[in-house]
């Protein structure tokens, strides 16, 4: 059974940071495309940063040089770090799995910022 668990989601003001970790089982990581995506409300699901099996990253432009994907084999892990957060970054973030014509989810993991 494939499972990925976000975390570390909250409540910040304007230029604090988070750090979002997702944990799977079930799939080794570093054969999927991994990404985040995040929806607002009464928003479209939208792609936030994604890192590849061979470890080529991609960004939303609107979160370049604020937010940094990882991948951590050893644990299987994939974080997302969140700097210099906006309040227009409010949305819950979700894990993604890719491969082929397979694709996993996770439960998602609330982001609030305050202005």
């Known amino acids: 059974q494939v499972r990925l668990v976000e975390s570390g989601g909250g409540s910040v003001q304007a230029g604090g940071s988070l750090r979002l970790s997702c944990v799977a089982s079930?799939?080794?990581?570093?054969?999927?495309?991994m990404g985040w995506y995040r929806q607002a409300p009464e928003k479209q699901r939208e792609l936030v940063a994604s890192?590849?099996?061979?470890?080529?990253?991609n960004y939303a432009d609107s979160v370049k040089g604020r937010f940094t994907i990882a991948r951590d084999n050893t644990k299987n892990t994939v974080s997302l770090q969140l700097n210099s957060l906006k309040p227009e970054d409010t949305a819950v973030y979700y894990c993604?799995?890719?491969?082929?014509?397979?694709?996993?989810w996770g439960q998602g993991t609330q982001v609030t910022v305050s202005s």
């Open positions: 993604a799995a890719k491969r082929f014509w397979t694709d996993y």
């Open positions: 079930g799939i080794i990581v570093r054969i999927y495309d």
């Open positions: 890192i590849t099996g061979n470890g080529n990253t």
